[in-house]
């Protein structure tokens, strides 16, 4: 059921997951972007970015062209970092994804994107990748955190066929968690939620409800929390602003443990 909750969480569903895995079409690349280039090969192969290359390649490139988006997910070159992911501990120390990102943001990379849950940011929350998390949030201001942090607060109400898996939610004005969610042919690579799921809610009571009757509560993973209000606190945002993040569910679990072949 994580594997298929992993699945879930990605938008588009198996276009990010696959995407991710290195899958996909390069022949929309940008020719302007080499910065690009270097990161989707360094997420691609699971190998450290060469900074010294990257740091040549932004050097007189416009914030226009290194916010390109290339290939057929168009990602750009600081949403492949966010998605850089080692498949063994030996691979993930050498990692050096969040001193490129850094790099990236200094020579003018979008750290938000067009879409704030599938962007670079969202994507850094979403599958904990802590270093260029952390880079990211240390280069925004407190006018750029405002639509942040309404983003990060946003209560949904559900449609019929979303993804509710490990979600805290509200049902019926009580809240509640998402303790499993199957999809409608119980494979776990299909596509299609199923259109209930199991619900506990605060007074102990577990049940089945239909998706579309809940309401999701804004969460993120505990240490993903705990940056978040450090970041801000440091960058100055108001005591609002930092009670708003503060209040965030914390979600049970994380994305690092999940047993995907990246």
């Known amino acids: 059921s994580r594997l298929f909750q992993f699945i ?18 390069s022949s929309a690349d940008s020719p302007k972007n080499p910065a690009y280039k270097l990161c989707k090969e360094a997420q691609k192969n699971h190998t450290p970015v060469n900074i ?41 120390a050498k990692c050096n994804a969040g001193e490129a990102a850094r790099i990236l943001l200094a020579a003018g990379a979008d750290p938000v994107g067009a879409n704030f849950a ?26 750029t955190w405002e639509p942040i942090i309404e983003a990060l607060t946003a209560q949904r109400a559900c449609k019929k066929r979303d993804f509710v898996g490990g979600e805290w939610i509200e049902y019926e004005g ?3 968690y998402v303790t499993h969610q199957i999809s409608d042919d119980g494979g ?8 209930s799921c199991m619900i506990e809610l605060d007074n102990g009571v577990t049940k089945s409800v239909d998706v579309d009757t809940l309401v999701v509560r804004p969460s993120v993973y505990p240490r993903v929390k705990e940056e978040l209000v450090k970041a801000a606190s440091k960058a100055g945002c108001s005591q609002e602003m930092l009670d708003r993040l503060n209040g965030l569910e914390e979600r049970r679990g994380g994305y690092t443990d999940i047993a995907v072949p990246f």
Request: net charge negative; proline share 5%.
């Open 8 to 25: 879930g969480r990605t938008s588009p569903c198996s276009a990010l997951l696959f995407s991710a895995m290195g899958c996909g079409s």
């Open 52 to 92: 010294a290359s990257l740091q040549e390649a932004v050097e007189g490139m416009s914030a226009e062209d290194l916010n390109r988006p290339g290939g057929e997910w168009q990602w750009t070159a600081l949403k492949f970092l966010a998605l850089w992911k080692g498949r063994t501990d030996e691979e993930e």
């Open 118 to 143: 599938t962007g670079p940011l969202g994507s850094a929350i979403t599958y904990e990748r802590y270093d260029v998390l952390t880079a990211i949030l240390d280069s925004l201001t407190p006018s």
């Open 174 to 176: 009580r809240r509640g």
């Open 188 to 195: 776990i690579t299909t596509r299609e939620p199923a259109l």
